[in-house]
């Protein structure tokens, strides 16, 4: 009996281990008007190396999450003065997913609705107060487990794993900001790529293209960068078109001056782009691509290494 007793809470131990060390990029808030009960919850939280801030009721709760946009999980009370943690779940979920802030609901009510409300109105969970403390830790690590899964799979389906950049999935969903006047697309695609191949073999290609993808990942990091296929990229980006332009012509100027280390020598490529412009609400995005598309061949068929709009 002993033997059995210490095998089965040692493997019980082992995942709770993994998640305390997987715990420390989620940062969580405690709402909740008991200043005794917010100060009993932050010390459980800790306690499983997660960073917590505090707040007295839902409208504090939702001011505060603007100014700290990396909260992932959240653990509300429901009767507060101002408003409520239902209303406060319901207002949250216009704004976030549940795969983006997980919401685990806390209520000391003695109304049996209060889970299917709570559920209802985009919690993750739910517990009744007082609640048992390693129930309250299982349902913690439960929510938490569920988004490190959630995201795990949002970039496995949305990133190119080789560069890191965006792929083309994710770059068809981008819709331009609400201020967003134009709408910028640049295609591009290096020139003679098969050349580094055909010399270096796949792995100095893949060099170039991680080095290459970083570099113009720099010139443009307020845009959409996606990776297309096997050395085509694509940029989308809001404002001036010759702005744009601009930052496109020191981005090839930038690739054409980069030596790439590659074993014993130095790689060298260059990059050939098509650029185009539209309305940023009106333009359909594969039209657009279609003629920075055209605008690319053109540049390849006279002479690569340039950028044509
Ligand atoms: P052009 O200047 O006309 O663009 O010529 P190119 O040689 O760059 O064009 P082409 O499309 O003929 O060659 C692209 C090559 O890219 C062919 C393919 O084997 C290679 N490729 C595609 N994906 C990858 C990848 O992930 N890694 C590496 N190393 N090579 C890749
Ligand atoms: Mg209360
Ligand atoms: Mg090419
Ligand atoms: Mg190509």
């Given at each position: 009996?002993l033997?059995?007793?210490?095998?089965?809470s040692v493997?019980?131990?082992?995942?709770?281990?993994q998640?305390l060390?997987?715990?420390t990029?989620h940062?969580?808030?405690?709402?909740d008007?008991s200043?005794?009960?917010?100060?009993?919850?932050?010390?459980?939280?800790?306690?499983?190396?997660?960073?917590?801030?505090?707040?007295?009721?839902?409208?504090?709760?939702?001011?505060?999450?603007?100014e700290?946009?990396d909260?992932?999980?959240?653990?509300?009370?429901?009767d507060?003065?101002?408003?409520d943690?239902?209303t406060?779940?319901?207002e949250?979920?216009?704004?976030?997913s549940?795969?983006q802030?997980?919401?685990?609901?806390?209520?000391?009510s003695?109304d049996?609705?209060m889970t299917a409300?709570y559920?209802?109105?985009?919690?993750?969970?739910?517990l009744?107060?007082?609640?048992n403390?390693?129930?309250?830790?299982?349902r913690?690590?439960?929510?938490?487990?569920m988004?490190d899964?959630?995201?795990?799979l949002y970039?496995?389906a949305?990133?190119d794993?080789l560069?890191g950049?965006?792929n083309?999935?994710?770059?068809?969903?981008?819709q331009?900001?609400?201020?967003c006047q134009?709408?910028?697309?640049?295609m591009?695609?290096?020139d003679?790529?098969?050349k580094?191949?055909?010399?270096y073999?796949?792995?100095g290609?893949d060099?170039?293209?991680i080095h290459?993808?970083?570099?113009?990942?720099?010139?443009?990091?307020d845009a959409?960068v996606a990776?297309?296929?096997?050395e085509?990229?694509?940029?989308q980006?809001?404002?001036?078109f010759s702005h744009?332009?601009?930052r496109?012509?020191?981005?090839?100027?930038?690739?054409e001056a980069?030596?790439?280390?590659?074993?014993?020598?130095?790689?060298n490529v260059t990059?050939?782009?098509?650029?185009?412009?539209?309305a940023?609400?009106?333009h359909?995005?594969d039209?657009?691509?279609?003629?920075?598309?055209?605008?690319?061949y053109?540049?390849?068929e006279?002479?690569?290494?340039?950028v044509?709009a």
């Amino acid at each position: 009996y002993l033997l059995k007793d210490s095998a089965a809470s040692v493997s019980y131990l082992v995942p709770l281990l993994q998640r305390l060390q997987a715990n420390t990029h989620h940062k969580a808030m405690v709402v909740d008007d008991s200043t005794m009960i917010r100060r009993h919850l932050v010390n459980l939280l800790e306690r499983q190396n997660l960073s917590v801030i505090q707040a007295e009721n839902g409208c504090e709760a939702i001011n505060l999450l603007a100014e700290h946009p990396d909260v992932t999980l959240i653990i509300t009370d429901n009767d507060m003065p101002k408003k409520d943690g239902i209303t406060m779940t319901r207002e949250i979920r216009r704004m976030y997913s549940r795969n983006q802030i997980a919401i685990l609901g806390l209520s000391g009510s003695s109304d049996n609705s209060m889970t299917a409300q709570y559920l209802k109105a985009g919690a993750n969970d739910f517990l009744y107060k007082p609640f048992n403390q390693e129930e309250f830790y299982c349902r913690i690590h439960h929510m938490l487990n569920m988004k490190d899964t959630s995201d795990k799979l949002y970039k496995m389906a949305n990133q190119d794993t080789l560069t890191g950049l965006w792929n083309r999935r994710y770059f068809f969903n981008q819709q331009c900001d609400k201020g967003c006047q134009h709408r910028n697309i640049a295609m591009m695609d290096i020139d003679f790529f098969k050349k580094v191949n055909d010399t270096y073999g796949h792995d100095g290609g893949d060099a170039v293209l991680i080095h290459v993808s970083r570099l113009i990942q720099a010139h443009f990091e307020d845009a959409v960068v996606a990776r297309f296929g096997g050395e085509e990229f694509c940029i989308q980006a809001c404002g001036s078109f010759s702005h744009f332009q601009q930052r496109l012509e020191q981005l090839r100027v930038d690739i054409e001056a980069l030596y790439i280390p590659y074993l014993d020598n130095t790689i060298n490529v260059t990059m050939s782009i098509g650029a185009v412009s539209g309305a940023a609400q009106s333009h359909a995005i594969d039209d657009m691509l279609r003629t920075a598309d055209d605008h690319l061949y053109y540049a390849k068929e006279h002479g690569r290494n340039q950028v044509v709009a």
